[in-house]
């Protein structure tokens, strides 16, 4: 191994950790990172959607287990998310216009970021139409299945703007949103490029998996927290905007 690799595995293994600790999975970070690297445009959503399912799993069981996932609100999103991340992940794409995408998505992703920084009690949750809410999932998971992230990212915001529920609500929500949109989307991705790519993934980057696995169960399992919650969405912010004008601009 590299002393690269070895230094993006600990990069990851930190992602992973800090972002189950708050109930998501990471996925535009690790695209981020890997969109810094010279790892092909092909691979950077199988390998980033892996990464989510690895980190989210425990986060989801965690919400689950302390009975704070809003089952009854999420599945109308959950619906038809999952088939249009399916959709997003065969839908075939050009580099160009993937790292066009990828840019604008994770511009606007660091907005949203900074936006909820905003105060986010709720005092009244709001009865958000199904149609509304379903039309919202099928927007976020095709988006998502596209640029291979959860989605997470986008929903969370989006629901907390509409008062959808409390803020431990809705990370359950996202986390769950995550966990079943990587799913789909990597289901998508596979069957676009027929599994040829899946041996190269996994030899090439099995490193990242291990790392994402490790940093992710100490983040879940015991919340482990070495910044606060807001500065960790601040610093993950202002790295995803950077990468996101370098790539929109430079790439």
């Given at each position: 191994?590299?002393m690269g690799g070895?230094?993006?595995?600990?990069?990851?293994?930190?992602?992973?950790?800090?972002?189950?600790?708050?109930?998501?999975?990471?996925?535009?970070?690790?695209?981020?990172?890997?969109?810094?690297?010279?790892?092909?445009?092909?691979?950077?959503?199988?390998?980033?959607?892996?990464?989510?399912?690895?980190?989210?799993?425990?986060?989801?069981?965690?919400?689950?287990?302390?009975?704070?996932?809003?089952?009854?609100?999420?599945?109308?999103?959950?619906?038809?998310?999952?088939?249009?991340?399916?959709?997003?992940?065969?839908?075939?794409?050009?580099?160009?216009?993937?790292m066009a995408l990828?840019?604008?998505?994770?511009?606007?992703?660091?907005?949203?970021?900074?936006?909820?920084?905003?105060?986010?009690?709720?005092?009244?949750?709001?009865?958000?139409?199904?149609?509304?809410?379903?039309?919202?999932?099928?927007?976020?998971?095709?988006?998502?299945?596209?640029?291979?992230?959860?989605?997470?990212?986008?929903?969370?915001?989006?629901?907390?703007?509409?008062?959808?529920?409390?803020?431990?609500?809705?990370?359950?929500?996202?986390?769950?949103?995550?966990?079943?949109?990587?799913?789909?989307?990597?289901?998508?991705?596979?069957?676009?490029?027929?599994?040829?790519?899946?041996?190269?993934?996994?030899?090439?980057?099995?490193?990242?998996?291990?790392?994402?696995?490790?940093?992710?169960?100490?983040?879940?399992?015991?919340?482990?927290?070495?910044?606060?919650?807001?500065?960790?969405?601040?610093?993950?912010a202002l790295l995803?905007?950077?990468?996101?004008?370098?790539?929109?601009?430079?790439?």
């Amino acid at each position: 191994m590299t002393m690269g690799g070895l230094l993006m595995a600990v990069i990851f293994a930190i992602t992973a950790l800090l972002y189950a600790s708050i109930g998501y999975g990471g996925g535009s970070t690790y695209i981020a990172l890997l969109a810094l690297t010279q790892t092909p445009y092909e691979m950077i959503p199988i390998v980033a959607l892996l990464c989510n399912i690895v980190v989210v799993l425990g986060a989801s069981l965690r919400f689950a287990g302390q009975k704070i996932m809003p089952w009854q609100r999420i599945y109308p999103i959950l619906i038809f998310s999952v088939p249009a991340a399916w959709l997003g992940g065969i839908t075939p794409i050009s580099r160009e216009l993937f790292m066009a995408l990828l840019g604008c998505l994770l511009i606007t992703s660091s907005a949203l970021i900074l936006w909820s920084q905003r105060d986010n009690i709720i005092s009244q949750v709001n009865s958000v139409n199904p149609a509304v809410s379903s039309l919202l999932g099928f927007i976020i998971g095709y988006c998502a299945g596209l640029v291979g992230i959860g989605g997470g990212i986008f929903l969370a915001p989006m629901l907390l703007l509409m008062r959808w529920g409390a803020a431990r609500e809705v990370a359950a929500g996202a986390s769950l949103f995550i966990l079943v949109n990587s799913i789909a989307g990597l289901l998508g991705q596979v069957s676009k490029y027929q599994g040829h790519l899946w041996n190269d993934i996994i030899a090439a980057h099995y490193i990242l998996f291990i790392a994402v696995f490790i940093g992710g169960q100490i983040g879940s399992l015991l919340a482990v927290k070495i910044l606060p919650e807001k500065i960790i969405k601040i610093l993950t912010a202002l790295l995803t905007l950077y990468v996101g004008i370098r790539i929109l601009f430079f790439s």
